[in-house]
Every structure is written in structure tokens, then in C-alpha cells.
């Protein structure tokens, strides 16, 4: 998700990547966002940090696409390279320390953003 501030105009200033008072959410569609990144001074190091947080994003939809898989008998766990199965389990180890632990600050950020 993308957050923007506006100036008086109803022109885009600012983006971030967390939601914050004053911050509307904005479509990633929107051709008023491609415009600001298109146009702002430093375009190019903007546009790599969008993409950047995209593919962070990106991250939690393949580890799911590949639990739906497993869950289907399409693939098998042991199928995929051991590396790859290493970070799954970590990950997935790591998350359910974070859903034991409620008062973890971790455990907010894992809500918000999966």
C-alpha cells in the first residue's frame, strides 16, 4: 500500500508505505502517483524504493501461494531446493514466535502488514 500527503492544490508531496494521520491511501493505479514519481527531482531513487517495499510485499504472497500449493498436492515441500525451504521454515518459525508473544512490538508490524 501506498500513503500520500497533498498539498493545498490536491497535488501529491509526499508518499510513504505505512498509513499516518494526514496520509490518504492512494491507488497504485492512480495516474496521479505515477505522475509525482515520473516528475519528482530524485524520480529515479523514488521509483526504486516503490518498487523495493512492492517486492517486500510480494514476499508474503509467494510464501502463501506456495502453502496453497502444498495444501493442494500440487507440489511437495521437499520439492523445492533446500535453501528455499530453509527460509520458509524460519520464516514461518519466526511468525509463530510472534503469535505466542502478544506484547511484542514485532507482533503489530506482522498484523498490519500481512
Known amino acids: 500500500m501506498i500513503f500520500i500527503r497533498r498539498n ?8 510513504d ?4 494521520p494526514n496520509l490518504e491511501e492512494i491507488s497504485l493505479f492512480d495516474p496521479q502517483l505515477k505522475e509525482f514519481l515520473k516528475n519528482s527531482p530524485n524520480s529515479e531513487e523514488m521509483i526504486k ?3 523495493d517495499n512492492l517486492d517486500l510485499s510480494m514476499v508474503r504472497v ?4 506456495i502453502d496453497l500449493l502444498i495444501d493442494k ?3 511437495r515441500f521437499t520439492d523445492l531446493p533446500d535453501a528455499v525451504q530453509n527460509k520458509l521454515l524460519f ?3 519466526i511468525r509463530s514466535s510472534l503469535q505466542e508473544d502478544k506484547d511484542s512490538p514485532l507482533h503489530d508490524e506482522e498484523l498490519l502488514n500481512f
Open 8 to 15: 493545498t492544490e490536491g497535488e501529491i508531496i509526499e508518499i
Open 17 to 20: 508505505f505505512a498509513p499516518a
Open 49 to 51: 524504493t516503490v518498487l
Open 62 to 65: 509467494i510464501e502463501d501461494l
Open 73 to 75: 498436492d500440487l507440489i
Open 91 to 93: 520464516k514461518k518459525s
